[in-house]
């Protein structure tokens, strides 16, 4: 496949500006239906997953099953040579997953168990090896958290990423803190042929930026190159690496591609996710930072409860007159938006979106639907969570061996 520039967005110059914002660390939109996908698209120069590509996918399911929900609803949209890894499943041929996240806080909220929820189906559905990072040294040097507590709120989360259902035999979870001396080799090459302009083009990083957030890229970068795991993988350097991800981190990955083949290795595919909103709305997603605003993994179900009944914007109209004959806006309620990413069953979500779009169903009938699904998603996963021991957390810090796979 003929690959796009990654280094130089062509689009760039042709973009006025933007009324979403969308980088690593910001995601903020004008719009109360959220950023503007679409253009986000053609802003970073990604690629829409088309019809074409789910239908492919699909007939590779094994014992025909179905696609992902957050496939099947568009969640996942977006992709970089996703049709490679296609290509290695149809050849019976090697490839990993890679994943991370960055531990700003002790606990979780339900929107960042996205990309992991969908991790966990790739693992299992195609039996393949699974790297996550813990980029504890991001949060020291971004956010003025104390190394010893980084360090804290790394762990909690790791436990929170376990608890979604990884594989311990196929899942090597690491800290950039105590990582391998082959990790930092990568990091190193890649730091020698990344130029100071060329991250300043693609993160905005200036003058008064710290050199360790100047340098961080390579180190968020180094896991898409096997060859940062030789315990894992052995002289097997040009294994292809799958990311999925939200899309605020392709400038990352796009830094990514362009330093591979400089430095003889494979170019890792990525399929990117969508934001889930914030409980006041899709004009930012849901954020640690913001109590009121994010449904975390340790509510209560009556926190959950209480927060979707107080704060989940409303698509609904005015009065309960005016709402009957209108109907409500799916696009932009909150309630319905948490139904689409964790209500697994098809046929209920096109009922409910069919009721309340039609004034059948009221907002208060849709958020008791959001709560019930919502207090299942957490009450589950604290269920999990709470049977994690410390043997338990040793095999997933401990790398295996997948040379002879």
């Known amino acids: 496949m003929q690959d796009k520039d990654d280094d ?9 500006k933007q009324d979403d914002v969308v980088d690593p660390w910001n995601v903020t939109s004008s719009q109360q239906s959220g950023p ?22 699909e007939t590779l399911l094994p014992g025909g099953s179905k696609l992902h929900r957050f496939l099947r609803r568009g969640i996942f949209f977006s992709h970089r040579d996703l049709e490679c890894v296609i290509g290695k499943i149809e050849r019976g041929e090697k ?12 606990s979780l909220h339900v929107g960042h168990l996205v990309p992991f929820i969908f991790t966990k189906w790739l693992q299992e559905t195609f039996d393949v090896p699974l790297v996550i990072q813990l980029t504890d040294d ?25 608890a979604v259902g990884l594989d311990p035999a196929k899942t090597f979870i690491f800290t950039d803190l105590n990582q391998s001396s082959a990790f930092y080799e990568n990091i190193l090459k890649i730091q020698r042929l990344v130029t100071f302009n060329q991250v300043k083009g693609i993160f905005g990083f200036n003058d008064s930026d710290s050199i360790g957030k100047i340098s961080f890229p390579a180190i968020q970068a180094a896991p898409a190159f096997s060859s940062s795991f030789p315990q894992m993988f052995g002289t097997d350097k040009n294994r292809l690496c799958f990311i999925p991800c939200a899309i605020d981190q392709d400038p990352y990955f796009r830094m990514t591609r362009d330093v591979a083949p400089k430095l003889k290795y494979s170019k890792p595919s990525l399929i990117y996710s969508t934001f889930l909103p914030a409980l006041g709305g899709a004009k930012s997603k849901m954020s640690a930072s913001d109590p009121n605003n994010s449904i975390f993994l340790t509510d209560s179900p009556n926190q959950i409860k209480n ?12 009065t309960v007159e005016e709402h009957r004959i209108h109907g409500g806006d799916c696009e932009v ?24 779009s039609t004034g059948q169903m009221l907002t208060g009938e849709l958020k008791k639907e959001a709560i019930a699904v919502v207090q299942e998603l957490v009450q589950d996963h604290q269920n999990r969570r709470n049977s994690i021991t410390e043997s338990i957390l040793e095999q997933f810090f401990t790398p295996k061996s997948f040379m002879k796979e």
């Open 333 to 356: 309620d909150v309630s319905f938006t948490y139904l689409k990413y964790f209500l697994e069953d098809d046929d209920k979500l096109d009922r409910i979106r069919l009721q309340y």
């Open 8 to 16: 130089e967005n062509p689009n760039d110059e042709k973009i006025e």
């Open 307 to 318: 927060k979707i009944n107080r704060y989940a914007f409303s698509g609904g109209k005015d």
């Open 95 to 106: 490839f990993y997953l890679y994943t991370g996240r960055g531990p700003s806080s002790s």
């Open 138 to 162: 991001e949060k020291f040097l971004w956010r003025g958290i104390s190394i010893a507590d980084v360090q804290k709120h790394a762990l909690e989360n790791i436990k929170d990423i376990i």
């Open 36 to 57: 503007d996908y679409e253009k986000l698209i053609v802003r970073f120069g990604t690629s829409k997953i088309s019809e074409s590509i789910l239908k492919k996918l």
